[in-house]
């Protein structure tokens, strides 16, 4: 069992491949690895909001009610419109305008953010986060027999919200006849390949707050995905600290009750919408969300809560702060 | 009435030694056969050794590359990457926000 291991930075997180053994007549998963790789930075150069010359921000200039747009682009804006309907708009790619007013107008990869546990003392009461009542996304539409994208001009779109998680299935698709594959996109998560359903890859999950593994996944197929303050998080202009995680109804930061959630899905790009939306609802409205997959909460004060099929699977106790969970699927 | 029959059974002591030597033949044709390499017990498999038997030692290999962009050749940036091949994942998968 040999695999190949690419490990670069792009899309402002790092980027990690694992290829296993290529089927008949394909590429050797090395040279799979480097196609892959071009094409996260053909991803991120087309979909960067950071990037002045990406199509994506094209769009969001473009004064044009019916604007063209690649076959990439539109596929970015209805994976996010499928996310936002998914969460019932908690997910919401168009609060463009309000993540920039929190200060959030450009790439903070690599830069140290603000402290959480002092972000969390000085943050107000904590409540779920609701759905924006005017629904701006759903004006957003894309034509494809047109190849446009449809919105009011001004409206703008952000892929940030599920275009990691994109990025990782729209690989995970050109690997399908690798034996095995992890498509890791700063830890939205895509696996595939027959023989990794019978020799399932162990995923750590990270804890939000001390940096530690704190479970351990065996997943054959399908995505997860982690959604946390414990990064994005920086002083606002009006010395409150804020995140990049918002409360579609007040365009605010959400402080929910939770710093972190884990969601495992089919995909990554589902996985990271119901991460999101956890995390986004709050304890009680994410355990529902998570019910039905499974998944991890982390609460404000660092207790680890493990949800549906997690919470049910065998636990097999490790040395020092670690749990291996029963494979899932 | 007794049955004729029953004095004609072969006595304890002819039955144990039949059994002994027929025991020892089969034995002994066992034993010929495998000395010869025609083990009987792999005559149903449809797998054949065509040639010699070659001894392979498995070596853990493992290859680091830094891939260094060089500059002007893509529009796209990238970055620096690290690539290895290896038998078993060195590194773990690790989920977090990102």
Redesign the interface.
């Given at each position: 069992?040999?695999?190949?291991?690419?490990?670069?930075?792009?899309m402002?997180?790092?980027v990690?491949l694992?290829i296993g053994e290529p089927g008949p007549e394909m590429a050797p998963?090395?040279e799979a690895?480097e196609r892959a790789?071009?094409f996260i930075?053909?991803f991120d150069?087309a979909l960067s909001r950071f990037k002045l010359d990406s199509e994506l921000c094209a769009l969001n200039e473009d004064p044009r009610e019916r604007v063209p747009a690649s076959p990439l682009l539109r596929r970015a804006v209805k994976a996010g419109l499928a996310a936002a309907d998914r969460s019932g708009g908690l997910v919401d790619p168009t609060l463009l305008r309000e993540i920039e007013g929190a200060g959030y107008v450009s790439s903070r990869a690599g830069m140290s953010g603000a402290s959480l546990e002092e972000a969390l003392a000085g943050a107000p009461p904590r409540k779920p986060a609701r759905p924006d009542p005017e629904q701006g996304w759903r004006r957003f539409e894309v034509d494809d027999d047109a190849g446009e994208v449809v919105r009011p001009p001004g409206l703008g779109f952000d892929t940030g919200g599920t275009g990691?998680g994109l990025a990782a299935d729209l690989l995970a698709a050109s690997l399908r006849g690798y034996s095995r594959f992890?498509v890791?996109c700063?830890?939205?998560?895509r696996i595939g390949g027959a023989d990794a359903l019978v020799h399932p890859?162990?995923?750590?999950?990270?804890h939000?707050m001390t940096g530690e593994?704190a479970h351990?996944v065996r997943l054959g197929s399908g995505g997860?995905?982690?959604?946390?303050?414990?990064?994005?998080l920086w002083h606002g202009a009006d010395g409150r600290f804020a995140h990049h995680l918002l409360d579609p109804a007040s365009g605010e930061p959400a402080w929910t009750g939770l710093v972190?959630a884990?969601a495992l899905a089919d995909t990554a790009v589902e996985a990271e919408t119901l991460s999101k939306a956890a995390l986004l609802s709050g304890p009680e409205g994410g355990r529902e969300l998570l019910a039905e997959r499974g998944g991890f909460l982390v609460h404000d004060n660092g207790r680890v809560e493990l949800v549906g099929t997690l919470a049910a699977a065998p636990r097999i106790r490790l040395p020092g702060n670690l749990s291996l969970e029963g494979a899932q699927r | 009435m007794t049955d004729p029959r029953r004095g004609r059974r072969p006595g304890p002591g002819a039955v144990l030694w039949g059994s002994i030597a027929l025991f020892a033949a089969l034995f002994a044709l066992l034993t010929y056969q495998l000395s010869i390499g025609a083990d009987p017990s792999l005559s149903g498999s449809t797998a054949s050794v065509t040639g010699p038997v070659q001894v392979r030692k498995v070596i853990k290999r493992r290859i680091v590359t830094t891939i260094v962009p060089t500059p002007g050749a893509n529009s796209v940036s990238t970055g620096p990457a690290t690539s290895s091949s290896y038998g078993a994942s060195a590194e773990p998968v690790t989920t977090s926000a990102s």
């Open positions: 069992m040999s695999e190949h291991d690419l490990t670069f930075d792009a402002g997180s790092h990690r694992l998963a090395s690895a790789r071009r930075f053909e150069a990691k992890i890791d700063g830890g939205d998560i890859y162990e995923v750590f999950v990270e939000p593994r351990v997860v995905a982690t959604s946390g303050l414990n990064v994005r972190g884990t | -």
